[in-house]
């Protein structure tokens, strides 16, 4: 089993940044997909960017060139920071793990992979 856990979020203003970070406890979480997807009030959730057990990532395209995943497999974390901020960024952001180990990304896919794992969530708003 791995557990998450996210910090990071708040309020910010437009155009602000902010970096979430996800804390894994129970076993490593070294040879799964890691990624981060939110839900906005009354909105679906979706994916926002994934990084594989390898280190290479793919965002959604709502996200692409403001926001940057990362991993620290030593410390069991991983982090989004996000960028130039925008009203419509506000939504309760998830971590999640692949529910396998060593599998790639679907990267064509809306969901690059089948999250088995998820944190509680941390929320983020952002004002105008």
């Known amino acids: 089993q791995i557990q998450l856990a996210e910090s990071g979020g708040g309020l910010v203003q437009a155009g602000g940044s902010l970096r979430l970070s996800c804390a894994a406890s129970?076993?490593?979480?070294?040879?799964?997909?890691m990624g981060w997807f939110r839900q906005a009030p009354g909105k679906e959730r979706e994916f926002v960017a994934a990084i594989t057990w390898t280190g290479g990532n793919t965002y959604a395209d709502s996200v692409k060139g403001r926001s940057t995943i990362s991993r620290d497999n030593a410390k069991n974390m991983v982090y989004l920071q996000m960028n130039s901020l925008k009203p419509e960024d506000t939504a309760v952001y998830y971590c999640a793990a692949d529910q396998s180990r060593y599998g790639g990304l679907d990267y064509g896919a809306k969901d690059p992979f089948n999250p088995g794992y998820w944190g509680q969530g941390t929320q983020v708003t952002v004002s105008s």
């Open positions: 129970g076993r490593t979480f070294t040879g799964n997909n």
